[in-house]
């Protein structure tokens, strides 16, 4: 029912910067902690960054923590993620998803393993050396 659609990928040079957007539509997008993810080929996918239902929390990986920013739009049913100093190794598909059933501390707890329901088609961020 629900549909992901993710954009802004793009090809950037080491250090560049990118604005990644995810619309979210057939679910009640407030009720839901929302998180980025990231996969390359043959890896499993990978927690990047989480926000709370109206905003006032988020949670990165130690990876990208300090050079990332997740952020939400309510009003239009979107999230976003603003990356800066981009580097080689954060090439990948990355991909937006939410959890409706926990609480925020429980999402924290719990996001690296969680299992969701579907995935949006991704958007490819590709860094240059």
């Known amino acids: 029912q629900g549909q992901l659609i993710e954009s802004g990928g793009g090809l950037v040079q080491t250090g560049g910067s990118l604005r990644l957007s995810c619309v979210v539509s057939g679910r009640a997008f407030s009720d839901y902690h929302m998180g980025w993810f990231r996969q390359t080929p043959g890896e499993e996918r990978e927690f990047v960054a989480g926000i709370s239902r109206t905003g006032g929390g988020t949670a990165y990986a130690d990876s990208v923590k300090g050079r990332f920013k997740i952020s939400r739009d309510n009003t239009k049913n979107m999230v976003y993620l603003q990356m800066n100093s981009l580097k080689p190794e954060d090439t990948a598909v990355y991909y937006c998803?939410?959890?409706?059933?926990?609480?925020?501390?429980?999402?924290?707890?719990?996001?690296?393993?969680?299992?969701?329901?579907?995935w949006g088609q991704g958007t490819q961020v590709t860094v240059s050396s």
């Open positions: 998803n939410g959890d409706r059933s926990s609480a925020w501390t429980h999402f924290l707890d719990g996001v690296r393993s969680m299992d969701f329901d579907s």
